[in-house]
C-alpha cells in the first residue's frame, strides 16, 4: 500500500464527519431565509450609516465608497463564520459527561472536534455566502439600488487571493472555535466567556466597523491580533484595500495565526483530559 | 379596578419569584450581566471610533448620536427583561403546545406571559445603554426645564412600548407560524441598530417606513430633537415632535388587540 492511501485511510473518518453535519445543518433552510432577510436589512443600515460618515468626513478618509460596500456586503455574506458561537452538541457532550464516549473513539479526539466544527463552520456560511453575493452583485441593482451594490473584486489577481485568503479564514475560524470548545470543559456552563467573545470577536475582526476607519493610534494593535484574518483581511484583499503585492504576506499572517491557536486549543486540551472528571450518571 | 390590582400584584410575585431563582446562581448572573454588558457595547465603540476619525456626521456631533443610543439600548434591555415570555412565545409555547395550559388556567394569557421569565442578566446591557446615555445628558448641556425631563421619561416608556409592542406582534404571528418568526428580528434588533443614529442620514423611504408604518421614529429621533432644542433638519414642528411619544402606546395597544385576534383563531398543535 503507498504512503498516500494510508494517510487517505487515516482521514476517511473526519471526511464522513464533515460530510455528514453538512448534510445535517443543511436541513435549517426556513431559519436560513429568515437570516438572510435580517442580514439584508443590517447591510443597508451599515451602507447608509457608513456612506453618511464618509459624505461629511473633512480630511481625506481611509476607505473610498466602493472598498466600504465591499467590507460591508462579504461582512453580511460571511457573518456565519465569525468564531462567536459553539456546536451545541459538543457543548451538550461536555455538559452532559457524554464526553466519556467521546474519549473512547478511535480517534485523535482534537482531529474529531476540529472535522465537526469544520463542518458546523462551513456549512451555514455556504448556505448564506452565495444568496447574500448574488443579491448584493445582482439583486440590489435591481430594486434601484445599483449605487449601494458588491463592486466585483479590484483585480484578478485580488479575487484570486480572496479565494485563497477565505479557505485561511475557514481554518482559523474554526481553530477559535475549538478554544471555545475546549474552555467548556473548565467552566461547563462557558456562557460568561462565550458572551465575552460575542464583543470581543465582531470588533476586532472588522464586523463591527471596517478596522482601517479605526483611529490611527489603533491601527498597529489591529494588525497584530488574530482576528483580523478572520473578516478584514480577506474584504481588504478583494477590494484592493491591501495590494496583491502585500497579498502573500497577509496569507502567511493568517496561515500563522491559524498554526499558532491550533497548537493552542491542542495544548489545553491536552491539559483538560489530564484533569477530566466525568462526573457518573 | 380591584382586578387590576389583583393581577398586578400577581405579576410582581412572577416577577420576584423569577428574580429569586436567578439569584440562586449568583457567580452565573455576574457573568453573563458582565457578558452582556460588554457585548452590548460593542456598538458603542464603533460609534465612536467613526466620530473619531470623521469629527461628526452630518451635523451630528457624537454626543447626539449617543444620547439616541443610550436611550433605545436602554429602552431595549428594559423589554427584552420583561417580554421574554412573548419573545419565545413560538418555540417555547406554541410548537410544544404549553399555550393550551395558560388557556385554562383563570388568568389572562398576556398577564402570564408578560410574568413568565425576567431575564435579570439584561441588566447588563440597561446599565451600559444609561451609562452612555448619561455621558450624552452630562456633555450635551441641555436646558432642563420640567417638560424637558417629562418628555425624555416619555420618550423612554414609549421606547419600551413600542419594542414591546413587536414582541407581541411576532409572539402573535407565531400562532399562523409556529416558530418563533427569525424575520422579526429587522424590526426589533435591526431597529434598536437603526434608532441608534438619527433617522435624518437614512434614505426617505427608509424613515417614512420607520416613521408612519413602524414608528420608531417617534420613540427616540423626535423626541431628543425637541429635548436638544434644535431644528429638525428633516423639518418636523416642535408640537408634533412632542407629541411623538404617544405613537408608542398607540402601537401597544394596537399590538395587544391583534394579540386577541390571534388567541382566538388559535389551534394546538396538540404535542
Not at chain 1, 497584530?224 to 483581511?233: C, E, L, S, T
Not at chain 2, 441588566?123 to 425624555?152: E, K, T
Not at chain 2, 431597529?191 to 438619527?198: D, I, L, N, V, W
Request: glycine letters at 8%; hydrophobic letters at 55%.
Amino acid at each position: 500500500m503507498s504512503v498516500h492511501s494510508r494517510s487517505g485511510q487515516r482521514l476517511r473518518p473526519y471526511r464522513a464527519i464533515v460530510a455528514a453535519r453538512v448534510r445535517m445543518l443543511l436541513q435549517y433552510r426556513a431559519a436560513a431565509l429568515a437570516g438572510f432577510a435580517t442580514q439584508v436589512f443590517w447591510g443597508l443600515i451599515k451602507v447608509m450609516v457608513l456612506l453618511a460618515f464618509l459624505e461629511s468626513a473633512t480630511a481625506p478618509a481611509p476607505m473610498n465608497v466602493s472598498q466600504i460596500l465591499v467590507y460591508v456586503w462579504l461582512g453580511q455574506a460571511l457573518l456565519q463564520l465569525l468564531p462567536w458561537n459553539v456546536d451545541a452538541e459538543i457543548a451538550g457532550h461536555i455538559r452532559s459527561g457524554g464526553v466519556a464516549y467521546e474519549l473512547l473513539r478511535p480517534l485523535d479526539l482534537y482531529a474529531f472536534w476540529f472535522a465537526r466544527t469544520l463542518a458546523f463552520r462551513a456549512a451555514p456560511t455556504f448556505l448564506r455566502m452565495v444568496p447574500m453575493v448574488l443579491f448584493a452583485f445582482f439583486g440590489l441593482p435591481l430594486i434601484g439600488l445599483a449605487e449601494w451594490a458588491l463592486p466585483p473584486p479590484a483585480s484578478l489577481a485580488g479575487g484570486a487571493l480572496f479565494l485563497v485568503s477565505l479557505v485561511f479564514t475557514l481554518l482559523l475560524s474554526t481553530a477559535i472555535t475549538m478554544v471555545l470548545h475546549v474552555s467548556l470543559l473548565w467552566t461547563v456552563s462557558g456562557e460568561g466567556f462565550n458572551r465575552l467573545m460575542l464583543g470581543v470577536v465582531p470588533v476586532f475582526s472588522g464586523l463591527v466597523i471596517p478596522l482601517p476607519l479605526f483611529p490611527e493610534w489603533l491601527q498597529p494593535v489591529l494588525f497584530w491580533q488574530p482576528f483580523r484574518g478572520i473578516a478584514d483581511v480577506p474584504f481588504r484583499l478583494y477590494s484592493g484595500h491591501i495590494t496583491p503585492g502585500d497579498g502573500l504576506v497577509e496569507l502567511a499572517m493568517q496561515a500563522g495565526w491559524t498554526a499558532l491557536i491550533g497548537v493552542l486549543g491542542v495544548w489545553l486540551l491536552g491539559v483538560a483530559r489530564r484533569r477530566l472528571v466525568v462526573q457518573g450518571g | 379596578m380591584a382586578e387590576v390590582a389583583d393581577a398586578f400584584t400577581l405579576y410582581l410575585r412572577m416577577i420576584a419569584q423569577s428574580v429569586r431563582a436567578q439569584l440562586q446562581y449568583r457567580v452565573s448572573f455576574l457573568l453573563m450581566a458582565f457578558g452582556t454588558f460588554v457585548a452590548s457595547g460593542v456598538e458603542a465603540i464603533g460609534i465612536w471610533a467613526l466620530f473619531e476619525r470623521f469629527g461628526q456626521l452630518g451635523e451630528w456631533r457624537l454626543a447626539q448620536v449617543a444620547f439616541l443610543y443610550g436611550l433605545v439600548n436602554a429602552a431595549f434591555a428594559t423589554c427584552e427583561a420583561l417580554g421574554r415570555g412573548f419573545d419565545v412565545f413560538g418555540r417555547e409555547f406554541v410548537r410544544t403546545g404549553a399555550f393550551d395550559r395558560l388557556l385554562l388556567r383563570p388568568r389572562s394569557t398576556v398577564l402570564q406571559l408578560a410574568g413568565h421569565e425576567l431575564q435579570l442578566h439584561r441588566i447588563g446591557r440597561l446599565l451600559q445603554g444609561l451609562l452612555v446615555l448619561g455621558w450624552a445628558i452630562w456633555v450635551l448641556d441641555i436646558d432642563w426645564q420640567a417638560w424637558r425631563v417629562a418628555l425624555l421619561i416619555a420618550a423612554f416608556l414609549s421606547a419600551v412600548a413600542f419594542f414591546y409592542a413587536l414582541f407581541m406582534i411576532q409572539a402573535t404571528l407565531a400562532f399562523w407560524t409556529t416558530e418563533s418568526l427569525e424575520l422579526m428580528n429587522t424590526l426589533t434588533y435591526g431597529g434598536t441598530e437603526t434608532a441608534q443614529y438619527p433617522l435624518a442620514i437614512y434614505r426617505p423611504w427608509f424613515r417614512r417606513f420607520f416613521t408612519y408604518v413602524v414608528p420608531l421614529g417617534c420613540i427616540s429621533y423626535l423626541p431628543a430633537i425637541a429635548i436638544f432644542g434644535i431644528d429638525d433638519p428633516l423639518g418636523t414642528g416642535r408640537a408634533f415632535q412632542i407629541a411623538a411619544p404617544l405613537a408608542g402606546f398607540v402601537f401597544l395597544a394596537l399590538a395587544f388587540g391583534f394579540w386577541r385576534f390571534g388567541v382566538r383563531r388559535y389551534t394546538s398543535t396538540g404535542s
